[in-house]
């Protein structure tokens, strides 16, 4: 199903949770709202679900404007962090409840509830739990469970609230592995909130990032990292250096040591930010005639195939990020307290404003 939402405006007393919000969902795709709490994602979630009525605004969905549709009519399953199972109900129970409080002409018979359920519990892998109490299983399983309640009623978009928060990391990396190939198999169009970044690059068709209740890009989720459309972006999506300099003809002064920027060649004399990502940087011994900013090696934390190391600024003494692999680092012997060089391979400067 297709869905959009025009100009959106929702407040709660003077709180602006959502402002003129606009976007397209397309048919079939997974999207992920993404960003940090207070962003107005869940509001936006809830408004479409028919949970909640913007102050303003509009919800399409199939070309249809459902702004004023009860949730019952927009056909829509919802899943939410903390499962909302009933207690003591059976798992069979809790997937057939909205089933069978479908109006009686449209109710399935007995025999249709009970071949349905059973689908639904085997294509979570959970059909061996069907005569359990919600009490009686994991987080994950009572997650995939309210999964199954939530498709039960065949819905024509599946909205999920951060469905994998209250879970602990190993179970979260599991379910979403298993998110994604249920909606392949699917084709559910799907939205689901979170402010894991993580997980919505690894889940998503589509991300879309908010912030104070407005968008701030929309794209694929290569797309979003490798080419943020603001600082705010790039620095959400993971761990960032800044270098706060001048930006002039494609030259970034920062602090004296100067980097080549030349998408900025026509930028005269402004302040500007550069921004590069910890594996950006490379790393190598000082010398005398060396190229790059001078740093000193404060720490390291090397378990698994990477290594990160904690570097500050000789002439300013900020810390810095950088990452190589674990066979690298051992290979080059650094030592704590050793002077070393760093220069980006890659960097991404914002200029503020020009003067």
Not at 102 to 129: F, G, H, M, Y
Request: net charge negative; with cysteine.
């Amino acid at each position: 199903m297709t869905i959009a939402v025009h100009q959106l405006n929702k407040k709660f007393g003077q709180f602006t949770a959502l402002d003129n919000v606009s976007l397209n969902f397309t048919n079939g795709e997974l999207t992920a709202l993404l960003g940090p709490s207070g962003c107005g994602k869940t509001t936006l979630l809830r408004i479409i679900a028919g949970l909640e009525y913007a102050d303003s605004g509009q919800v399409v969905l199939e070309g249809e404007d459902a702004s004023a549709k009860h949730v019952q009519e927009r056909q829509v399953g919802f899943v939410f962090q903390h499962y909302a199972l009933f207690k003591h109900m059976t798992i069979f129970e809790n997937i057939a409840f909205g089933l069978r409080v479908k109006p009686r002409n449209v109710r399935p018979s007995e025999a249709q509830i009970k071949e349905k359920v059973t689908q639904l519990l085997e294509l979570v892998q959970l059909d061996w739990l069907a005569d359990r109490y919600p009490p009686q299983l994991s987080g994950g399983q009572r997650q995939r469970i309210a999964l199954a309640r939530a498709l039960a009623v065949e819905p024509r978009v599946l909205l999920l609230d951060e469905p994998f928060g209250a879970l602990d990391a190993k179970v979260r990396k599991e379910l979403r592995r298993w998110l994604r190939r249920l909606h392949d198999e699917l084709h559910v169009t799907s939205i689901f909130v979170t402010h894991d970044q993580e997980e919505a690059l690894e889940v998503a068709d589509k991300i879309v990032v908010m912030n104070q209740g407005r968008v701030e890009q929309i794209g694929a989720p290569g797309e979003v990292y490798q080419h943020p459309a603001s600082p705010f972006v790039y620095g959400f999506l993971g761990n960032v250096n800044l270098f706060h300099g001048r930006v002039h003809e494609g030259i970034l002064d920062a602090g004296g040591v100067s980097f080549s920027d030349p998408a900025h060649a026509d930028t005269r004399d402004a302040t500007g930010t550069g921004y590069v990502r910890p594996h950006d940087l490379a790393v190598e011994r000082y010398t005398p005639d060396g190229e790059g900013l001078r740093v000193q090696l404060g720490r390291v934390h090397s378990i698994g195939p990477l290594a990160q190391l904690e570097l500050i600024r000789s002439d300013n003494g900020e810390l810095i990020e950088a990452m190589m692999s674990s066979e690298r680092y051992t290979q080059l012997q650094f030592k704590v307290g050793e002077s070393l060089l760093v220069t980006p391979k890659r960097l991404h400067v914002f200029v503020d404003d020009a003067t």
